[in-house]
């Protein structure tokens, strides 16, 4: 596959979302431009770590811009679902942040997942062009979002199946 560029700029909206029951749950990164959109499979592990890093960035811009206003948080549970057709474009591997001090937007760069027969040229990228208050509600959404899914083991802290669970705490013994 040849590699695509696509940048949207500005977003009107942007979300993470997941679909299937717990366990088997595909997570996904929309976003979209009036009428063009974007999807994209990310994994659980990189919502969590994008949310974690987008909070110490956002600290960074604060600091260093002090008369900007705070980026809100907030989120409307209901325009946060992914909105069909779920086509992804491509399976996320990195994701990363910039910020555009002119504009005072955010950008959230992901980079497709490179094959072992691909080159690092040949890989997607979408940049999506957000203001600071939309990426932090989507990061809060999808917090939201990863932490609905199986519960936690409470000797072990591993997701438990419905089906049972091994733990290796109780010897490997299902509960």
Same mark, same amino acid.
């Given at each position: 596959?040849? @590699?695509? *560029?696509?940048?949207?700029?500005?977003?009107?909206?942007?979300?993470?979302?997941?679909?299937? /029951?717990?366990?088997?749950?595909?997570? $996904?990164?929309?976003? =979209?431009? *009036?009428?063009?959109?974007?999807?994209?499979?990310?994994?659980?592990?990189?919502?969590?770590?994008?949310?974690?890093?987008?909070?110490?960035?956002?600290?960074?811009?604060?600091?260093?811009?002090?008369?900007? /206003?705070?980026?809100?948080?907030? $989120?409307?549970?209901?325009?946060?679902?992914? #909105?069909?057709?779920?086509?992804?474009?491509? &399976?996320? %591997?990195? #994701?990363?942040? %910039? $910020?555009?001090?002119?504009?005072?937007?955010?950008?959230?760069?992901?980079? *497709? #997942?490179? %094959?072992?027969?691909?080159?690092? *040229?040949?890989?997607?990228?979408?940049?999506? =062009?957000?203001?600071? @208050?939309?990426? &932090?509600?989507?990061?809060? =959404?999808?917090?939201?979002?990863? @932490?609905?899914? &199986?519960?936690?083991?409470?000797?072990? &802290?591993?997701?438990?199946? /419905?089906?049972?669970?091994?733990?290796?705490?109780?010897?490997?013994?299902?509960?």
């Amino acid at each position: 596959m040849a @590699s695509k *560029e696509i940048d949207l700029q500005p977003v009107t909206h942007i979300l993470v979302d997941a679909i299937g /029951p717990p366990g088997k749950r595909v997570f $996904y990164l929309q976003g =979209w431009q *009036e009428d063009r959109t974007v999807t994209l499979i990310v994994e659980k592990f990189q919502i969590q770590s994008l949310a974690i890093g987008l909070e110490q960035f956002l600290v960074e811009i604060e600091e260093k811009f002090p008369n900007l /206003p705070p980026a809100k948080a907030d $989120y409307d549970e209901k325009t946060m679902h992914i #909105l069909p057709p779920v086509d992804p474009l491509f &399976r996320v %591997g990195e #994701l990363g942040l %910039g $910020y555009d001090e002119a504009n005072d937007q955010l950008i959230l760069v992901a980079r *497709e #997942l490179i %094959g072992e027969d691909q080159s690092a *040229e040949e890989a997607s990228v979408v940049r999506f =062009w957000c203001t600071r @208050s939309q990426l &932090r509600a989507m990061t809060n =959404w999808g917090i939201e979002v990863a @932490s609905r899914g &199986r519960p936690l083991c409470p000797q072990c &802290r591993e997701p438990m199946d /419905p089906e049972g669970h091994f733990c290796p705490k109780k010897n490997g013994h299902n509960h």
